[in-house]
């Protein structure tokens, strides 16, 4: 269901009138009827509302010009974007001005899969590419030969890179601890080399 010019009510409405008979299979296209849309006029910021205010899926009615708007949308949750299609914009026509040709509609959808590839899911790990960057962070180092016995201090234990050892932010946990046996400089410091605390 495009909505077009239709008031809040007016879609509830055909909500209704559509599930009365069924029809549970419903996208409701966010539409602003202007030919073409200017970006300000877009409010976008609808998409999650209506989807949360109707209980159904959402999708765009795009009478713009650029990829920005349907981008904005899969953003926000569309499942259909519907555009206006030419064989050439030439031809002429009603809809030809804001209607796109066959290499357009192509490039869109290449956005699109890339938005939706890029939206991902929500996840705290990180990401496979990243891992190589990890590699380049800080983490504690044993920075001097030390003797079993001897206290990790600041001068002998230091964050540098790479991130094989400790976390920076447990130096104050292991500061004072005494190292179990002889550590050559150059070691990643871990638990295992010191005493029980």
Do not use: W
């Amino acid at each position: 269901i495009s909505t077009g010019i239709a008031t809040d009510k007016k879609i509830e409405d055909a909500d209704e009138a559509c599930r009365s008979v069924g029809n549970e299979q419903v996208v409701l296209l966010h539409c602003t009827s202007g030919y073409p849309t200017p970006p300000a006029e877009l409010n976008m910021r609808t998409l999650p509302d209506m989807r949360d205010r109707f209980g159904m899926s959402v999708g765009l009615s795009d009478h713009t010009m650029s990829n920005t708007a349907a981008i904005i949308g899969v953003s926000f949750g569309a499942v259909v974007i519907e555009k206006h299609f030419t064989l050439s914009r030439s031809a002429g026509g009603p809809d030809s001005a804001f209607s796109l040709e066959p290499e357009e509609l192509a490039e869109l959808v290449s956005v699109i899969r890339e938005t939706e590839r890029a939206l991902g899911t929500v996840t705290y790990e990180i990401a496979p590419s990243a891992r190589v960057s990890r590699s380049h962070s800080r983490s504690l180092f044993v920075v001097e030969d030390v003797s079993a016995g001897d206290p990790v201090t600041k001068q002998n234990v230091r964050s540098i890179r790479p991130a094989n050892g400790l976390r920076p932010a447990l130096f104050a946990d292991v500061v004072g601890r005494r190292f179990r046996a002889n550590t050559a400089k150059g070691t990643p410091l871990s638990l295992d080399l010191l005493e029980d605390a």
